[in-house]
């Protein structure tokens, strides 16, 4: 089934990191915002980081500089699986890179990776740091260590 990324980027002329995913799974798009599956540890992750109790996610994220959206513009996909993306129109990341200062890309998971190498890195040239998932898919990785791993994102705000 094809899938349209319909949530606008989260950003403003002060972000300074920007986070890719792959595609917002099925709750996330249900939801209209980011991360939104009950399991996925994302802003767990970022409250742990951060030391605060995150209750507007998109004010949290413009006030801390970091601007998120996904590496899809659209795709087929089943459900939310990611290893079922394929036939993939990549996001225009201009969109953001003209009106904020990105400094540091990060992508969230191999594929959100894959996806950034393949259709994004040779347009933009703009490195990104390949973090761990915290999909609930990716459940051999702790909370403990997705923190410490998600820790590199400060040293760029």
Known sequence: MRVFHELPPVFDENSKVLILGSLPSVKSREVG???????NRFWR???????EKIEDKKEF????????WDTCASCEITSSSDSSIKNIVPNDLS???EKANIVQIFTTGKKA?????KYLYPVYKKEDICLS???PANAKKKLKDLVEEY???IKFL
């Open 33 to 39: 915002f980011y991360y939104m599956h009950p399991q």
């Open 113 to 117: 990776h894959e996806i950034y190498q």
């Open 133 to 135: 998932s915290t999909s």
């Open 95 to 97: 969109l953001i890179l």
């Open 61 to 68: 994220c413009l006030i801390h500089h970091i601007a998120l």
């Open 45 to 51: 992750v970022l409250e742990e980081i951060f030391k």
């Open 151 to 153: 820790k590199k994102i």
